[in-house]
């Protein structure tokens, strides 16, 4: 007979000790802690023709999103290929194949149909719901996890963290008073569950609600922040939250204490925060000293992988406020030509990434109205090229901030506006609103 995993699947190993091993990663990667590919190395080791094993190493990977990781997804890829697979991980392997070849939305609906099929792979869930929030799949990112909990009776191993995936899923289409009722549940299951805590992090940045929202992360980081490799982007969540309330020392702070304590680290998905922690406070015209230099300088070795236009977009963002203008164009001009690719990062580049790159030149370059034009043409289309909301509102911030500086009062108005509609209790959007309103006035009394 089969043996199963930690959630019941049947697995294609007969050895315990690497089965064991597998399911210590299963916990590492819904946990988002320690160093899962070690543990699957160390079920591989034991059974190195445990394809299952082979296949979650080589979804670990490409959801990392980097180009670095080309060469160890194909060894996991090949070696899976070569190895015992039952079905379900078979698929798994195709899926994370997809993925390697650019073929993001592929490889997702993949993941999703092994979830769906298979409601106990709660790795096929996480990596399905990973994937929707790279392509920017907000429908599914809810409705996938909310379809598995079915298999799950509450307390049961796996169910909390189903439920904080279903939390932040709720809260990026827009239900925040359950997202809220879930994930905290989630986060009373197993504290440590960074990806919980995250979501509600989430509805509290979507409500600007700051009395709820600095304590929530505050508080809760001795259990969610040890160990994890997910835990800079709470920081960098805290540290938006205290720019909302104008303590941009506090956010500084932050960011090198907790978002970036080692400059030189070379997380991908680390680097992308800190860009756009920096870039929030380039536009408050705040002083950041050498950390866009710093940052930029990690940026260089990835600046023309144009692998995901989401990623780019950032590099961009590093390159221009380190004054490296020219690495910027280097950027644009490897997009322009993945623009030209039929992929998947081809469509997201051509309609989305691309013209906000140019946007943010225009900004850095001065030209506030092909800014602002650029991104108020492309925001409504954002979400095909991944990330969340908040992180997508740094192209509403960079729009707001274009037309106040370029004097489009109406335009900064209407921002401005519905900033403070999505967010009546954030005094950062109250602050803005002010800005566009005196705008507004002088213009009449010109
Ligand atoms: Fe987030």
Redesign the pocket.
Known sequence: MALTDRYGNPVSTQSRAALENYNAALDLIRLYRGDPVAALDAALAEDPDFGGAWAARAGLLVTATDKAYAEETAKSLRAGAAARLNERERLHLQAAQDWAEGRFIDGTMRYGRIAQENPRDALALQYAHVGCFFVGMQSELRDWPLQALRAFKTGEDGFSYIQGMAAFGLEECGDYARADICGRQAVEADPRDGWAV?AV??VNEMRGDLDAGIPWLANGAQHWAPDSGFAY?NW??LALLYLDKGDTAQALALYDEKVRPDVNAQVMLEWIDASALLWRLHLEGADVGARFAQLAACWARAGEDAFYAFNDLHAVMAFLGAGRAADAERTLKAMRSAAADGGDNGHMTRRVGLPLAEAFVAFEAGRYGECVEKIMTTRGVAQRFGG?H??RDILTLTALHAALRGGFAATAEAIAIERLAHKPQSPWAGRLARRARELSAEQRAA
Do not use: G, T
């Open positions: 995250h992090a989430h982007h960098w969540h969340s908040a992180q």
